[in-house]
């Protein structure tokens, strides 16, 4: 098992900064991928990002591409996901997961751990 808690999360203008973090505890041994996803009112939950936890390989949606960077401090079983240049729909609530399965994966149901989530509202 893996428990995850996030924070980080509030409200900011376009084109403001933020930093989520996600804590990893349990079996962080395990680990092999940790992801972001994000799920706005009325619309399907959506991968924005995910990181390898050991080799730390990176892959990113396309609309957060250039924006929003995925990190991690293994040291402190911590994931995070650095935000800048955030638009209006960027507004969502997010969640970081995680996998304990090999092969890097972009699809909510390839993660079996998930955090409470994080509201993040972007004013314009």
């Known amino acids: 098992q893996v428990q995850l808690v996030e924070s980080g999360g509030g409200l900011v203008q376009a084109g403001d900064s933020l930093r989520l973090s996600c804590v990893a505890s349990?079996?962080?041994?395990?680990?092999?991928?940790m992801g972001w996803f994000r799920q706005a009112p009325g619309k399907e939950r959506e991968f924005v990002g995910r990181?390898?936890?050991?080799?730390?390989?990176?892959y990113y949606a396309n609309s957060v591409k250039g924006r929003f960077t995925v990190s991690r401090d293994r040291a402190k079983n911590t994931a995070y996901l650095q935000m800048n240049s955030l638009k209006p729909e960027d507004t969502a609530v997010y969640y970081c997961?995680?996998?304990?399965?090999?092969?890097?994966?972009?699809?909510?149901?390839?993660?079996?751990?998930w955090g409470q989530g994080t509201q993040v509202t972007v004013s314009s």
């Open positions: 997961a995680a996998s304990l399965r090999v092969g890097l994966r972009s699809s909510p149901s390839d993660y079996g751990y």
């Open positions: 349990g079996r962080t041994f395990s680990l092999y991928t």
């Open positions: 990181i390898r936890w050991i080799g730390g390989s990176t």
